[in-house]
């Protein structure tokens, strides 16, 4: 069918994708029947299914080759095993913060666990989708779940707007990406990725410039990045905090699937194109990212901007246009998911029923109040604003050697200048946390299970950044050259 | 001879009802229209030989959607004044996006004049050839993957629209299916039995 196709694999690498979209199914109904007396049930399902899930990819989905299936539609490689085995890990980890916070807020529908499914499958159908048919099937499945979700608290009036800002922007994007993917048909004749990375090598031609740079805004919105960023605080702000929890992390590994597959792998042939657009994109966002956080005052918002400046360096890691880069910008996707996963299980921890803790203020004296959290708070913030020797920093690191040895010294000049801003931010949490009066805030709550994940979560983030090789050998044997 | 005769017969068919979709002051003349138009636009995929694709456009066009569009407009009280008053101020646009769109029609339908031959008409098919067999040859066989997953999407559709807008109030007059479907014919009709009364 394809010159030079693969052989078709066995079908069994695409267990994960069965089995999550069979479990999904299964819980639904199990939640329509015994969903109303047994509150817990859907909840608890959810965790098995998802822990199935995680022995399952082990066993089944990891495969050393690169695998074509259902007619070159869906790619199982290296890379497809490696990421939905953290994604898998990472919903995991984020329903298990979010479970309290939901039975406080009286947030019960067993749809909300199933939600949280489907948009897991958007994403596992984008880390393996080989053609724009199943790319752009993802992003949908992805992206419906998660208006869904957004809007979930129907009485809250912040996470309504949201939502409607959310979904009508996510709709426009969708329409940029169709329009674009539409205008690389029409000069390819293909919807084939591997197809289009043999077919589009030519130099740059007016209608691909304009297809890719479809292609490109839609991808920028996904990560959240200038200046398709505006969705982003608002909906950071305004969802309950256990789905911003899931858009923060879960997602971003969607995001990055997304990209990963679009344009360094089906615009291969015309790196020049996009490269370029991918820079100035990923320059407004650390500009915007870094400036616009010092003005928040809402921890929610304040993420929501570093999710912009973090969005721009995994953007400065493709701008490269060379493998170390993609590298790079993959350990980089996986340090930034499994700090913010504890940033926001913080944030979750210490809210209580009846109190969002989403003010920055609110975290004044809590190392007199708790100082294990607070000291995880601060390991935390020290990762994500890249100080040494936490997972962040080498994440930072290895994206500035990539553009250092793609010879783009300015970027990585501007990289660090505009890291050194950012810090400002993070370290103003630490200081509420350790140098500000407690007032009469109130000491958290014991929760012990929720602490310990929190512990092993923090304890991941510092062992990572204290031995970082190991997950640089996992990027650079799933991403070979 | 027979085919074009049809073909012009249901073209002005339609586009007599697109005017009418127009031009209608009443809303369910309007949508009544659109009906008519979509019937007629069938029989005209039926005479190009794209009979799976007619009788989907009956099905869930017009047996579905217009009909559910009706319920719409009946239901809702719409002040056509108010829809009408802004008419005139946004004219000019309208002329603008008209104005392109016959532009472009005049493109696609110049491009023979042009010299360039994008027109080709399809080969003809055999009398035993079904493009509803090679359809689902199609879906559910090369493209049965993308066909799964957007039923998944449909799937997320039902649930998200139903857990965000389904509300159990206490006081709701919900029907009880169990109970309407347990119900007998005793249970709800007593015959009374009365004297005829008799006028003295």
Redesign the interface.
Known sequence: MMPGALPSGPLALAIPEMWL?GS??LI?LCDVYFGSTRRSLTATLTMLALTIGVALTGQYGLSTQRFL???G??VADPLAGFLKMAAFVAMATAIFYSQDYLEQRAIR?G??Y??CL?AL?GIF?LISAN?L??VY??I??LS??L??LV??D?DSGIAAEAATKYFVLGAISSGILLYGMSMLYGLTGTLDLDRLSTIVRSGPDAALIIGVAFVVAAIAFKFGAVPFHMWVPDVYEGAPTSVTLFIATVSNLGSFALILRLLAHGLAGTPAIWTQMLMAVAVLSLLVGNLGAIAQTNIKRMLAYSAIANAGFVLLGFASGVNAGYQAALNFTIAYVITTLASFGMILMLSRSGFEHDQIADFKGLASRDPLLAAMMLALMFSTAGVPPFIGFWAKLWIIQALLGSRHAWLATFAVLISVVGAFYYLRVVWYMYFEAAGDRPVPEARARMRFILVINTVAVTVMGVLPNALLRICERVLPP | MLPLILFYLFATVLVLAAVAVIVSRNPVYAALSLVLCFVTSAAIWLLIEAEFLAIVLVLVYVGAVMVLFLFVIMMLDIDLEELRAGFTRFAWLGWIVAGVIVLEIAGVVLTGKLGIDVTRGAAPLPANYSNTQELGALLYG?????F???A??L???I??A???TL?HRPNLKAQDIGRQVAARASERVRLVKMDSEHRE
């Open positions: 979209a999904a199914c639904l299936l259902f007619n539609l869906y529908g749809e909300y199933v939600l489907t499958l159908v053609s048919l199943t099937l993802g949908e499945l419906l779940s208006y869904a809007a979930f129907r | 090369r493209y049965a993957y993308p799964e997953i957007a998944m999407v799937l997320v559709a649930v998200a139903i857990a965000l509300r």
